[in-house]
């Protein structure tokens, strides 16, 4: 059995700057996506995907790894001539063959299968939903009811579709000039019985920025809050050195490194919310690595640690426990170095001086402490 991956679109309608199959879905491409609903399916032997021609010189690396035999070839400019290519593209052995949308990347295989048993019974099937909403029927004009069609009647087709090889080979060859927007129609019209399926909610098309960030949410993770505490002696003759920040005052964090507490409470706070240990594991002060590297450079390497898990920083919340200087004229230019290492706006970054009233060792100016919170967000469902 064989599947046609129609991703020929070059649509921009949702005004980003690449076509929307290649749009990210938490980690994977809208494309990847697709391909491996089939890829994973047992019934699927051979996979040919239809991209923008374009395209298709980066097709393996846009694909991804299949276990599967994948191949890639241009589409044309409407959906029929991708689809014939598609078609094209299929070995002889395939008896039964199926259509879907780059852009349905939910198809799951309870969905797949039903429309390959009822394909091969029937010749073509099609998995749709029964209308919820009343539907109306409208005039030429676009601005009146012409009239309410009975919504029991009414069902929406989704993709994949199924077809046998000789109905398929009569569709395409029907295929002229008429605008298609889906090959069952074509099946219709050469009379041949299109069998419908129940398909699935879940199985939605992405066509707007809404539909994106919808998809985007269900393919990640619940937020993931980290915390993280941070704290250095002040001695005479040491420089003051907050997010990178020198901060002019007579006295300086002691340590090997720059003792930039906002930093280092902030990677912890990161690798926590990461699951990735901590500063000390990460960064051990014995390699001579990372024995006098500067926090914002910590930082900066935590950063690709959380990238690689396919995580992002949402915002991040620091707050400074020192009795002198004052932190509040500095506050914006360290915000604008971390939101720039985190890869978020300055908005999402905030900054907090607190004196802790004169008592204990912060109180007295003998030391100097940070506490971070962070939210990561991404990642794999759970
Ligand atoms: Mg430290």
Redesign the pocket.
């Known amino acids: 059995m064989g599947v046609i991956i129609v991703a020929a679109g070059r649509g921009q309608r949702m005004g980003t700057d690449v076509p929307k199959q290649l749009l990210d879905l938490g980690g994977r491409s809208m494309l990847r996506r697709s391909v491996e609903a089939f890829d994973r399916h047992p019934d699927i032997a051979e996979i040919v995907v239809v991209l923008p021609a374009e395209l298709v010189k980066d097709g393996a690396s846009l694909v991804g790894p299949t276990t599967r035999s994948c191949t890639v070839t241009a589409g044309g400019d409407r959906r029929q001539d991708s689809v014939r290519a598609g078609f094209l593209g299929l070995s002889d052995e395939v008896s039964l063959l199926l259509v879907h949308d780059a852009a349905r990347p939910f198809a799951d295989a309870a969905l797949i299968d039903r429309v390959i048993a009822a394909a091969r019974e029937s010749g073509a099937a099609v998995p749709a939903l029964q209308a919820r909403d009343t539907v109306k029927r409208v005039a030429a004009n676009q601005s009146t009811v012409a009239e309410t069609i009975p919504r029991q009647d009414i069902w929406l087709a989704q993709t994949p579709q199924g077809f046998r090889r000789d109905v398929f080979t009569a569709v395409i060859a029907l295929a002229g000039t008429a605008e298609l927007t889906d090959e069952a129609m074509l099946a219709e019209r050469a009379g041949y019985p299109v069998r419908i399926v129940h398909g699935d909610e879940r199985n939605v098309k992405i066509t707007t920025l809404e539909d994106l960030s919808v998809a985007r949410a269900r393919c990640s993770g619940p937020p993931r809050v980290g915390s993280g505490y941070?704290l250095?002696r002040l001695v005479e003759g040491r420089p003051l050195v907050l997010a990178g920040v020198t901060i002019p005052f007579d006295r300086g964090p002691l340590?090997h490194?720059d003792?930039d507490?906002a930093c280092?409470a902030l990677t912890d706070a990161l690798l926590g919310a990461a699951g990735a240990g901590d500063i000390g594991q990460q960064f051990p002060d014995t390699d001579p690595a990372w024995k006098d590297a500067p926090g914002l450079d910590l930082l900066g390497r935590t950063m690709a640690v959380i990238r690689a898990r396919g995580l992002a920083v949402s915002n991040a919340d620091i707050t400074v426990i020192l009795e002198r200087p004052r932190l509040a004229p500095h506050a914006m230019l360290i915000r604008e170095r971390l939101a720039h290492v985190l890869g978020i706006s300055i908005d999402a970054v905030s900054i907090k001086g607190k004196t802790n009233e004169g008592v204990d060792a912060v109180g007295r100016g003998e030391a100097i402490a940070a506490h971070a919170t962070v939210v990561l967000i991404g990642g794999e469902p759970r």
């Open positions: 941070d250095h340590g490194s003792g507490v280092h």
